[in-house]
Nanobody, 125 residues
Framework: QVQLMESGGGSVQAGGSLRLSCAAS????????MTWFRHVPGKEREGVAA???????RYIDSVKGRFTISKDNAKNILYLQMNSLKPEDTAKYYC???????????????????WGQGTQVTVSS
């Protein structure tokens, strides 16, 4: 049973930073495609940053230059470094993993098999 678990969320003021982590059991990050999503109640879950097996990355425009996705294959940990946070970044953040090729740098929820429970990020102005 694959389990993903996010951590690192919290409350910060605008301009602050947080680093989210996503750890997994029974899963090898080296062969996985992984994406960070976020969700605000009343809106669809949104892909934020994706990383491929070889470290290729993709970001949505609103976080480019502020967020950095990375992973440590040896430790099976996925990261999302979030700098210059804005109130509109407030959301619950989820990590997702998939092994099929359609998950490569995907921002679609349907392309991923495994999900964490999420961690809340709140940015105040």
């Amino acid at each position: 049973q694959v389990q993903l678990m996010e951590s690192g969320g919290g409350s910060v003021q605008a301009g602050g930073s947080l680093r989210l982590s996503c750890a997994a059991s029974s899963f090898t990050y080296a062969r996985a495609y992984m994406t960070w999503f976020r969700h605000v109640p009343g809106k669809e879950r949104e892909g934020v940053a994706a990383i491929g097996r070889n470290g290729n990355t993709r970001y949505i425009d609103s976080v480019k230059g502020r967020f950095t996705i990375s992973k440590d294959n040896a430790k099976n940990i996925l990261y999302l470094q979030m700098n210059s946070l804005k109130p509109e970044d407030t959301a619950k953040y989820y990590c997702a993993a998939g092994e099929a090729d359609n998950a490569f740098l995907s921002m679609l929820t349907t392309d991923f098999t495994y999900w964490g429970q999420g961690t809340q990020v709140t940015v105040s102005s």
